[in-house]
């Protein structure tokens, strides 16, 4: 099996400055569902990493009855809406790119979304993260037949959940655990965790080498799921977003620890402004 780096040279299509003559219809619309009770943070930390990664337009879809805060005074040019209000037709034809599964809970309301989701959207993109896999993998799910281009972001042991095996088998060959998921799901898959792996559908298969320890603490994978959605609703082609959003990720962790902000109490939430900062220095530096 030949493996490459995720190598930040050969991803051009991120480090391309923005045309002058452009408005926010030219960097897409995402929607992201997920943040039960207790888990809105979860939700926020995707939807702020979207928008500063450069979406046009962030929809913030909350799997409850109503939305627990109409606003996010941190940032507000997210727009707060039910998740049940997202998938009606008026949003959901609008919407290019979607998140789906942070902080989702597993209750009956949130299976009852995601199955609308799958059944709904209708050639787009969707990244399906956190509870959403731990939906599939308990449900046994099958997703062989969605018009959609999926994209699961399993950390190890929800891939475990998935391949209805254990973590150490996932970690001892990583490689061969993220080519079954990619066949089983007939998907893009990102195993996370260290030396993260993109699979295509063909099985190509790159390896991250960057990063650090101080992404090991809650919510950094929200703001990757958040990122790699992003970059695909910036029409950024599938073969760039995803290692582009992990190669991201990882930078802004490396930027945050050479300056003292890491890796020992790294937050998720100071990702998403390292990443920005990273992007806008290669475009226009
Ligand atoms: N602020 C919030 O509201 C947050 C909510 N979260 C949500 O909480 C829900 C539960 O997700 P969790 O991931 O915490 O719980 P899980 O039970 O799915 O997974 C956590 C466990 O997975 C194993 N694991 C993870 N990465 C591993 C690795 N690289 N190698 C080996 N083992 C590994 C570890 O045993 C770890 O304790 C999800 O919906 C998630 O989105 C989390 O994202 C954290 C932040
Ligand atoms: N030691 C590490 N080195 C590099 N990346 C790491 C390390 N630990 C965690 N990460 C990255 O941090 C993220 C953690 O995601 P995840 O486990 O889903 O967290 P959460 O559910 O809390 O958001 C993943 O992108 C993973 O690859």
């Known amino acids: 099996?030949?493996?490459?780096?995720?190598?930040?040279?050969?991803?051009?299509?991120?480090?391309?400055?923005?045309?002058?003559?452009?408005?926010?219809?030219?960097?897409?619309?995402?929607?992201?569902?997920?943040?039960?009770?207790?888990?809105?943070?979860?939700?926020?930390?995707?939807?702020?990493a979207a928008i500063k990664i450069g979406a046009g337009k962030v929809l913030v879809g909350f799997t409850q009855n109503t939305t627990p805060f109409n606003i996010d005074f941190m940032q507000p040019?997210?727009?707060?809406?039910?998740?049940?209000?997202?998938?009606?037709?008026?949003?959901?034809?609008?919407?290019?790119?979607?998140?789906?599964?942070?902080g989702m809970g597993k209750n009956h309301q949130s299976i009852n979304i995601l199955n609308k989701a799958i059944?709904?959207?209708?050639?787009?993109?969707?990244?399906l993260d956190a509870d959403a896999l731990n939906i599939i993998a308990q449900n046994n799910l099958n997703l062989q037949e969605s018009?959609?281009?999926?994209i699961i972001t399993p950390h190890p042991k929800e891939a475990a959940r998935l391949l209805k095996c254990t973590t150490l088998e996932i970690q001892s060959?990583?490689?061969?655990?993220?080519?079954e998921l990619t066949k089983k799901y007939n998907s893009w898959t990102i195993l996370k965790g260290y030396r993260t792996i993109v699979c295509s559908p063909e099985n190509k298969i790159l390896v991250s080498k960057n990063g650090n320890p101080g992404l090991a603490s809650a919510g950094t994978g929200d703001v990757l799921a958040g990122m790699i959605g992003s970059l695909l609703t910036q029409s950024i082609s599938i073969e760039q977003a995803l290692p582009g959003a992990v190669w991201l990720h990882g930078a802004a962790a490396e930027y945050l620890a050479n300056n003292n902000n890491?890796?020992?109490?790294?937050?998720?939430?100071?990702?998403?402004?390292?990443?920005?900062?990273i992007r806008n220095q290669l475009c226009y530096n």
């Open 77 to 102: 040019e997210l727009m707060l809406r039910t998740a049940y209000n997202l998938l009606k037709v008026d949003d959901i034809t609008r919407i290019h790119t979607w998140v789906i599964g942070c």
């Open 1 to 48: 099996m030949i493996t490459n780096d995720i190598e930040i040279r050969n991803l051009t299509e991120l480090l391309k400055k923005r045309n002058l003559n452009t408005h926010k219809g030219d960097y897409g619309t995402i929607g992201i569902i997920g943040g039960s009770n207790g888990m809105e943070g979860s939700l926020l930390l995707a939807a702020r």
């Open 173 to 179: 060959n990583r490689i061969q655990a993220a080519i």
């Open 147 to 150: 018009t959609n281009t999926l």
């Open 262 to 277: 890491g890796p020992i109490g790294m937050t998720a939430s100071e990702l998403p402004e390292a990443a920005r900062k």
């Open 119 to 127: 059944n709904k959207i209708n050639n787009q993109f969707i990244v």
